[in-house]
């Protein structure tokens, strides 16, 4: 039980963190907002094709948020040798990587459950599987998204051009994820008669278990040297 | 290491002979009459491609045992980076020959270079993740941190592997259902199976030159680290 209650002591810290720092998180809600507004401008003012789309843009403006909060969060744990610090206490790696991991779900999921009715007011988007079942794919996605995105965000964090690293790494690796989640999105909007939701409900449940595993058992290893 | 450049002879023989075979003995498909002749490089950049991101694995989780059980005299398995540094970058080579083939086969038979089918989008975004790690790598100094950070980013990266070969059975596909040697006439088989076989030895040519090439660069930075501090910071 010991990892557990250090995870659960990392995540509070790391929560308070980014309580105290939460203006630069409502830089990047405001961030994606404005990618949301600047996406209707590549398609032009045809409200349908917006309105068929409206998935696909609330994804590609939470992708891009994940690359800023999870850089920020990592900044938090890198500056001043914080990071450092923390490996030298008798702390378990994988009870840091999932506090981290947790906090940064947190963050992103709320940060897009904000996006939800700004989606809904510009593209006006339908909810026609109701707004707990979008809220669902919208926290499971933002966990697929954090999963590789907290390992990946320690190490570039700590490499030269690692504002680009991060995306160039982390984008490709989540696109079974994004399919997923846009996908799954769509159908909650539209509607689902033909039951399609939950097989690709399914496909960011299995991304979610495979990285949220891997990951956990590699993260140990950036804190060696 | 001295056997390499025989080894990458006898690949590029092999491919001669394959690709003749292909282009002028074996007979032309029924449907796509000359066109399908692309198979005979297609195929077998696919499994050389695979090959080598295999390779890289193997490394990547050498490697990592090296620092989850260190050596009792310190001493890091360097080999394992390197192979992993060569492996990858041939890897990317054979993925990006896959790739620009693909397209050439799909304008005439699909109607267009590209299309969204899933072996050919997880291909693309498999490219995009080894391209990634070796981007990685020219961006972290420190030999140590650099194979750790290369190691686990290939692990992560393999996981995604899996879902280039089972994609065509998982989705519905544009692309076709992998040939077995069953399904296959053995004139088309025979130029295929010669290929594979000169495209593999070409590969592990260039594999085992690369990581030559990429332990002489590690020995040749380690001598300079240790030459430059203790020199007095003469540098």
């Known amino acids: ?225 | 290491m001295k056997l390499m450049p025989a080894v990458g002879a006898l690949g590029v023989f092999l491919l001669v002979v394959g690709s003749w075979i292909g282009l002028f003995v074996a007979p032309a498909d029924r449907f796509m009459g000359d066109i399908q002749r692309i198979m005979y490089v297609h195929v077998p950049s696919a499994w050389t491609t695979m090959v080598c991101f295999t390779v890289s694995l193997v490394a990547a989780l050498g490697w990592v045992y090296g620092v989850v059980r260190p050596a009792k005299d310190g001493q890091r398995s360097w080999g394992w980076d390197d192979a992993l540094e060569s492996s990858i970058e041939v890897g990317v080579m054979f993925g990006a020959l896959l790739v620009m083939q693909g397209m050439i086969w799909a304008k005439p038979t699909w109607g267009v270079y590209w299309t969204w089918d899933p072996r050919l989008t997880t291909v693309a975004v498999m490219e995009l993740m080894f391209v990634a790690v070796l981007a990685l790598r020219s961006f972290v100094d420190e030999p140590v941190r650099r194979a750790t950070w290369s190691a686990v980013t290939t692990l992560v990266a393999y996981v995604n592997v899996p879902l280039v070969y089972f994609s065509v059975r998982w989705w519905s596909s544009l692309h076709q259902v992998q040939s077995t040697s069953d399904s296959i006439d053995p004139e088309i088989w025979r130029p295929l199976g010669i290929n594979a076989f000169g495209f593999l030895f070409v590969a592990i040519a260039f594999m085992g030159l690369r990581t030559q090439v990429a332990r002489l660069t590690r020995e040749t930075l380690l001598a300079g680290d240790d030459v430059g501090p203790s020199a007095g910071g003469a540098r």
Request: charged share 10%; glycine share 8%.
């Open chain 1, 1 to 225: 039980m010991e990892p557990l209650r250090q995870c659960l002591a990392l995540a509070q810290k790391q929560l308070l963190l980014q309580w105290r720092t939460r203006a630069r998180l409502g830089s990047v809600g405001v961030f994606g907002v404005t990618a949301l507004l600047i996406f209707s401008f590549a398609v032009g003012p045809d409200s349908t094709a917006l309105k068929a789309h409206a998935a696909g843009y609330l994804w590609l403006a939470l992708l891009l948020m994940s690359t800023l909060s999870l850089q920020e969060a990592a900044r938090l744990d890198v500056q001043n040798g914080a990071l450092e610090a923390l490996v030298l206490l008798p702390v378990d790696g994988r009870a840091m990587y999932y506090a981290k991991a947790l906090v940064n779900t947190v963050t992103l999921g709320a940060l897009g459950t904000l996006l939800i009715p700004v989606v809904v007011a510009l593209y006006d988007a339908p909810m026609k599987e109701g707004p707990l079942l979008l809220l669902a794919v919208v926290w499971l996605g933002s966990a697929a998204l954090v999963a590789p995105g907290t390992l990946y965000a320690v190490l570039t964090s700590r490499a030269r051009a690692g504002d680009v690293l991060l995306p160039l790494l982390l984008f490709p690796l989540v696109v079974p994820a994004l399919l997923g989640a846009v996908k799954a999105t769509e159908v909650v909007m539209a509607g689902d008669p033909m039951g399609r939701a939950s097989s690709w409900i399914g496909l960011i449940v299995a991304f979610d278990a495979i990285y949220w595993s891997l990951c956990g058992l590699l993260y140990p290893l950036l804190l060696e040297d």
